[in-house]
């Protein structure tokens, strides 16, 4: 069965950084867009960054522009999130999903989804 996991999450500071992880097993990501989701308490999943299989496109959500960076090391078969000025806003379980398209998608377009990464930011 396809795989994606998460890790990196945790409780950091406002103002930290952390760095997410997706890594794929029993499948290549080499083909597939990759999007970062999140969820808060009480509230609906909301896309958070996305990039295109080649990684030469990527999109980001308006609250998290300038300070998200997300890339990809297909060779690792891993994608990542660069979170920096973290804000108690972005508390939420982080998603990554892969989409069979190559370029960003809606979330309904995205086939495989890892189980989530809680990050908390808190002082």
């Known amino acids: 069965q396809l795989q994606l996991v998460e890790s990196g999450g945790g409780l950091v500071q406002p103002g930290g950084s952390l760095r997410l992880s997706c890594a794929a097993s029993r499948f290549t990501l080499d083909y597939y867009a990759v999007g970062w989701f999140r969820q808060a308490p009480g509230k609906e999943r909301e896309g958070v960054s996305c990039i295109s299989s080649s990684g030469g496109s990527t999109n980001y959500a308006d609250s998290v522009k300038g300070r998200f960076t997300i890339s990809r090391d297909n060779a690792k078969n891993t994608v990542y999130l660069q979170m920096n000025s973290l804000k108690p806003e972005d508390t939420g379980i982080y998603y990554c999903?892969?989409?069979?398209?190559?370029?960003?998608?809606?979330?309904?377009?995205?086939?495989?989804w890892g189980q989530g990464t809680q990050v908390t930011v808190s002082s």
């Open positions: 999903a892969a989409s069979t398209y190559s370029y960003c998608v809606n979330a309904r377009h995205y086939d495989y």
